[in-house]
């Protein structure tokens, strides 16, 4: 019983975010009661609930829901991507993050003493978390500190830490930070992921912007070097997009726009390209990854002779398939935002997010490829015979 509810749930979302993709907002069902919570629904998922949600301008529910994911799956970069990326986004529109005054519930309160570190404690009534310094609101300690304001002192309880006095030095929503800690330890949590990069610029009011363009800078001879090994070497694209941190239409995208370089389809030379040209072209082409997107990027769709069979495979279009799927979880669009807590904190975030032009182009290619192409596993690619 406890399963057919769990799945009539998770229906009701797919059909939300279906309805949204349709343009129907009529079909919503948003009954938090009828649809997976955030611990029953992955981070894979996650855009079932927050499209909808942000479709509908409610940008407090997806932090709340989004939040609760991160306490939840903590371990899981997704987590903290999903949840940076809607701040980072849609700061001007959430009504949960504004600076607290005084300790109330929902917050978090940096303690601190003289001669020592201070540390954040959080009030959270969701299933707080000992190992991450969280507490019941019913708590001792949120007693002794509810009503307190910056700069106040007080005795924590005696079962904490005996007698002593400790400042409270700063108040802040539970929801800024957390988003200041992903910031914080998002590189030290997930050293192998290229989400974004942190560069700390000093004074906010008189940023020294040195550090940032070294970055900049040494990232730049390195992508030119990686392309250079592409163009002069066997080098597949798969590869040089994992050596630059970027997937394979973007990394397409920017060799076919930059007069430099060029995107390789096929390892050739003139001689070999006359010869198989005077063979003449089989009916059944069989286009990889660097031609489906070299066809999209040139517009070249709509000029393939319907009496040729087209043949991509499997990976092919799961691949490009999975890009649209990061897309939908992508909850927010590429830009230069800088949050007022980011701000606060001295860092500069540098979003590596596709551009929504590139998204639609992805999504167009896709549609073309169901409208044009038959789908192969890669051995039977490889039986087909060479022409």
Same mark, same amino acid.
């Given at each position: 019983?406890?399963?057919?509810?769990?799945?009539?749930?998770?229906?009701?979302?797919?059909?939300?975010?279906?309805?949204?993709?349709?343009?129907?907002?009529?079909?919503?069902?948003?009954?938090?009661?009828?649809?997976?919570?955030?611990?029953?629904?992955?981070?894979?998922?996650?855009?079932?609930?927050?499209?909808?949600?942000?479709?509908?301008?409610?940008?407090?529910?997806?932090?709340?829901?989004?939040?609760?994911?991160?306490?939840?799956?903590?371990?899981?970069?997704?987590?903290?991507?999903?949840?940076?990326?809607?701040?980072?986004?849609?700061?001007?529109?959430?009504?949960?993050?504004?600076?607290?005054?005084?300790?109330?519930?929902?917050?978090?309160?940096?303690?601190?003493?003289?001669?020592?570190?201070?540390?954040?404690?959080?009030?959270?009534?969701?299933?707080?978390?000992?190992?991450?310094?969280?507490?019941?609101?019913?708590?001792?300690?949120?007693?002794?500190?509810?009503?307190?304001?910056?700069?106040?002192?007080?005795?924590?309880?005696?079962?904490?830490?005996?007698?002593?006095?400790?400042?409270?030095?700063?108040?802040?929503?539970?929801?800024?930070?957390?988003?200041?800690?992903?910031?914080?330890?998002?590189?030290?949590?997930?050293?192998?992921?290229?989400?974004?990069?942190?560069?700390?610029?000093?004074?906010?009011?008189?940023?020294?912007?040195?550090?940032?363009?070294?970055?900049?800078?040494?990232?730049?001879?390195?992508?030119?070097?990686?392309?250079?090994?592409?163009?002069?070497?066997?080098?597949?694209?798969?590869?040089?997009?994992?050596?630059?941190?970027?997937?394979?239409?973007?990394?397409?995208?920017?060799?076919?726009?930059?007069?430099?370089?060029?995107?390789?389809?096929?390892?050739?030379?003139?001689?070999?390209?006359?010869? *198989?040209?005077? %063979?003449?072209?089989? #009916? !059944?082409?069989?286009?990889?990854? /660097?031609?489906?997107?070299?066809?999209? +990027? @040139?517009?070249?769709?709509?000029?393939?002779?319907?009496?040729?069979?087209?043949?991509?495979?499997?990976?092919?279009?799961?691949?490009?398939?999975?890009?649209?799927?990061?897309?939908?979880?992508?909850?927010?669009?590429?830009?230069?935002?800088?949050?007022?807590?980011?701000?606060?904190?001295?860092?500069?975030?540098?979003?590596?997010?596709?551009?929504?032009?590139?998204?639609?182009?992805? *999504?167009?290619? %896709?549609?073309?490829? #169901? !409208?044009?192409?038959?789908?192969? /596993?890669?051995?039977?690619?490889?039986? +087909? @015979?060479?022409?």
């Amino acid at each position: 019983m406890a399963n057919e509810a769990g799945n009539s749930k998770y229906f009701r979302a797919f059909k939300n975010y279906l309805a949204i993709r349709l343009s129907q907002p009529e079909l919503l069902e948003l009954d938090f009661e009828r649809l997976p919570s955030p611990e029953e629904l992955g981070v894979d998922r996650s855009r079932l609930i927050v499209i909808p949600y942000i479709a509908m301008s409610l940008f407090d529910e997806a932090l709340v829901f989004l939040h609760r994911q991160l306490r939840h799956f903590f371990d899981d970069f997704h987590a903290h991507r999903n949840y940076i990326s809607l701040v980072v986004t849609h700061e001007g529109r959430l009504n949960l993050l504004p600076p607290l005054e005084v300790v109330q519930q929902d917050c978090a309160v940096l303690l601190g003493k003289d001669g020592e570190e201070p540390y954040w404690v959080i009030f959270d009534d969701n299933s707080p978390k000992a190992s991450h310094s969280e507490f019941y609101s019913q708590s001792p300690l949120f007693r002794s500190l509810v009503g307190l304001t910056t700069d106040d002192q007080v005795q924590l309880p005696g079962t904490m830490i005996g007698d002593e006095f400790v400042t409270i030095r700063e108040i802040q929503s539970k929801y800024v930070r957390a988003f200041q800690d992903c910031l914080d330890h998002f590189r030290q949590r997930f050293p192998d992921e290229h989400f974004l990069q942190k560069v700390d610029v000093g004074d906010p009011n008189n940023p020294d912007l040195t550090g940032l363009l070294d970055t900049l800078s040494e990232r730049s001879k390195h992508i030119e070097l990686c392309y250079e090994k592409y163009v002069n070497n066997p080098c597949s694209i798969y590869f040089l997009a994992k050596m630059i941190g970027r997937n394979e239409f973007e990394t397409t995208q920017s060799l076919a726009t930059d007069p430099k370089y060029m995107v390789k389809c096929y390892q050739t030379n003139p001689a070999e390209l006359e010869r *198989r040209a005077e %063979q003449g072209v089989s #009916s !059944k082409i069989v286009l990889d990854l /660097s031609a489906v997107i070299s066809v999209t +990027l @040139a517009g070249g769709w709509e000029h393939l002779d319907p009496n040729k069979q087209y043949v991509v495979s499997q990976m092919t279009k799961e691949l490009i398939d999975s890009w649209v799927r990061e897309d939908d979880e992508n909850l927010g669009s590429s830009d230069d935002s800088i949050t007022q807590e980011a701000k606060q904190h001295r860092y500069s975030i540098l979003r590596l997010d596709a551009n929504c032009a590139s998204s639609g182009l992805i *999504r167009f290619m %896709q549609q073309q490829l #169901s !409208k044009n192409c038959e789908f192969r /596993s890669s051995m039977r690619l490889a039986g +087909l @015979a060479a022409r």
